[in-house]
């Protein structure tokens, strides 16, 4: 008798459920007998965070799977993100999820976002003989893999599906394994997230804002990242509705990221009235792909959220950035993998206070660079994993590295890899020599003493 196969979907967000849902629409995962959807609620706290499981829409998702499981159950009291089998468990770990999930002898195949870290690295570890397909739910997959892989995982991997965010552009994700991109179809996805439209209908909207097209702007809980502090956050709050309101709109709508603090929108809404502008804060967890269908907003404005992206490509609406050029500066260590998104809405959408490149919506002349720059990006933060981009890196940097692409990359880096950029060479003995770093070091001692 042939084995039944089960494939085991993971998804710890509804955007990546929904991104799952519209490639099994799309009929990019082969015939199976049974498929479940394993959810992961990987906040901080989930005790006191809404899980994926319960967020609206999420069941018409649901129906394209056999069963709905919970990895926090499965491996309670453990964090999901923070827990992985130990080597030689790995095998009681197997037997067990195969008991509580009625998988039998099942031959797994196995579906997953974020492989690099847990909870997905720790999923692909327990069934270590099944077959991964990675998938990719937002702009991170144009950046490469943000931790070394062992190849007894990256080598199981078959394919990276992924969204085509930026028209063209083919992810560094996974590229050193020669693991082939494949896009998930936008009308498929789009499709999928018009079944959650309705799930939108129960928004406070003052009267007059749906015919109003009013600006939207999104939150991220970037404090939560340790990228800005939460004062500095609130202050890009403030700038992006001083922003919208220069362009000349009264009315304005405020997604805020559905962890983030509560007093951050009484502060928002305190400087709208001090402003004299009608400022509503979409408090329930909605997609932000949900409220574009709703609201149609006239203008969508964010730091380097991936919806940034989805309303330009996949809705056309107008879109408009803020404060990346401080987190460009901010993130560290240099290779985190938050710099690609950063990089990649930096580089190709317009700033808010442009208001001539705000209202022409046309993308930065770096954009027809965009592959060139993330292939130096990409190089410049993971070398050790891409050693073969460097050509490419010294091409892009030796052509094109001026005053406004300099902020992509930091002179420390780049000397330290020996790219073009680099400090001069007749400087380039400092950061190794001893001797001047332990006077440098005497200096700073002398200066703390002075000040003490």
Not at 133 to 159: E, F, H
Not at 399 to 425: C, D, E, I, Q
Request: hydrophobic share 45%.
């Amino acid at each position: 008798m042939a084995r039944r196969t089960t494939q085991i979907f993971f998804a710890s967000t509804l955007y990546g459920t929904a991104t799952l849902a519209a490639a099994l629409d799309a009929g990019l995962f082969g015939p199976a007998d049974r498929r479940l959807l394993l959810v992961s609620n990987n906040a901080a706290t989930p005790e006191t965070t809404p899980s994926l499981d319960t967020m609206p829409g999420f069941d018409r998702l649901a129906g394209r799977f056999d069963a709905v499981v919970s990895w926090n159950a499965a491996i309670s009291p453990f964090h999901p993100g923070g827990w992985a089998p130990r080597q030689d468990d790995v095998p009681l770990w197997e037997r067990y999820l195969r008991m509580l999930w009625d998988l039998g002898d099942d031959r797994i195949e196995l579906a997953v976002e974020s492989i690099q870290v847990n909870p997905s690295l720790a999923v692909t570890q327990i069934f270590d003989g099944a077959p991964v397909v990675v998938y990719a739910d937002g702009l991170m997959s144009y950046g490469p893999t943000r931790s070394k892989l062992d190849p007894l995982i990256g080598t199981r991997i078959g394919r990276l599906l992924h969204l085509d965010l930026v028209p063209g552009l083919k992810p560094l994700l996974l590229t050193e394994f020669d693991v082939p991109p494949e896009l998930v179809p936008t009308e498929s996805f789009v499709k999928v997230l018009g079944e959650l439209t309705d799930t939108a209908d129960e928004l406070d909207l003052p009267d007059g804002f749906d015919s109003a097209r009013p600006p939207l702007l999104l939150g991220q809980y970037l404090s939560a990242l340790g990228i800005l502090t939460a004062e500095e956050e609130e202050q890009l709050h403030v700038r992006m509705l001083r922003g919208v309101l220069e362009l000349g709109h009264t009315r304005v709508v405020f997604k805020p990221h559905p962890t983030a603090p509560a007093r951050w929108s009484r502060l928002l809404e305190e400087e709208a009235e001090r402003l004299g502008a009608e400022l509503t804060v979409l408090d329930r967890p909605l997609l932000a792909e949900v409220v574009f269908q709703r609201l149609r907003p006239a203008l969508v404005v964010g730091c380097f959220s991936t919806a940034l992206l989805t309303a330009a490509s996949l809705y056309g609406l107008p879109v408009a950035r803020i404060g990346t050029e401080l987190l460009l500066e901010r993130l560290t260590p240099y290779e985190n993998s938050n710099r690609v998104p950063v990089t990649v809405v930096d580089a190709l959408l317009p700033e808010l206070t442009d208001r001539g490149a705000v209202e022409a919506q046309v993308l930065d002349a770096e954009a027809a660079r965009l592959a060139g720059l993330l292939t130096a990006v990409g190089f410049a933060m993971q070398p050790g994993i891409n050693p073969g981009l460097r050509p490419a890196a010294e091409d892009y940097l030796g052509r094109h590295l001026n005053a406004r692409t300099r902020r992509y990359f930091k002179r420390r880096r780049l000397t330290s890899l020996a790219l073009p950029g680099a400090v001069p060479a007749q400087l380039g003995f400092i950061p190794r020599n001893s001797t001047v770093r332990r006077v440098a070091r005497r200096a700073r001692a002398v200066k703390r003493a002075a000040l003490g």
